[in-house]
């Protein structure tokens, strides 16, 4: 297991930018593939952006293509999402994930398994 803790969440007007950083301890980091969710009140948690255990491959949402940068720094053992032109939709609770490298990456985009951070709050307004 990873242990994952969340920070950079916050305020912002529509349009614009914050970064996540999700730092990663207990295992080898660097053999995981790593994501983030976000969780909306009253909706189920939602796939956001992928990346594969060397950052070689990302993948993301469509609602969040060309605004939003998911990226890693094994050295660190941080995960971290650049959010550019916030729109109020982008309002949830985000959560970052790990799986391990054995899985193929298609399957980050799935909620009902692997570790989990305690979320942080990113709140958009109008």
């Known amino acids: 297991q990873v242990q994952l803790v969340e920070s950079g969440g916050g305020l912002v007007q529509a349009g614009g930018s914050l970064r996540l950083s999700c730092a990663a301890s207990?295992?080898?980091?660097?053999?995981?593939?790593m994501g983030w969710f976000r969780q909306a009140p009253g909706k189920e948690r939602e796939f956001v952006a992928a990346?594969?255990?060397?950052?070689?491959?990302?993948y993301y949402v469509d609602s969040v293509k060309g605004r939003f940068t998911i990226s890693r720094d094994n050295a660190k053992n941080t995960v971290y999402l650049q959010m550019n032109s916030l729109k109020p939709e982008d309002t949830a609770v985000y959560y970052c994930?790990?799986?391990?490298?054995?899985?193929?990456?298609?399957?980050?985009?799935?909620?009902?398994?692997?570790?989990w951070g305690q979320g942080s709050q990113v709140t958009v307004s109008s």
């Open positions: 207990g295992r080898t980091f660097s053999s995981y593939h």
């Open positions: 990346i594969s255990w060397n950052g070689g491959s990302k």
């Open positions: 994930n790990a799986k391990e490298g054995r899985f193929v990456l298609a399957s980050m985009s799935r909620p009902d398994f692997g570790s």
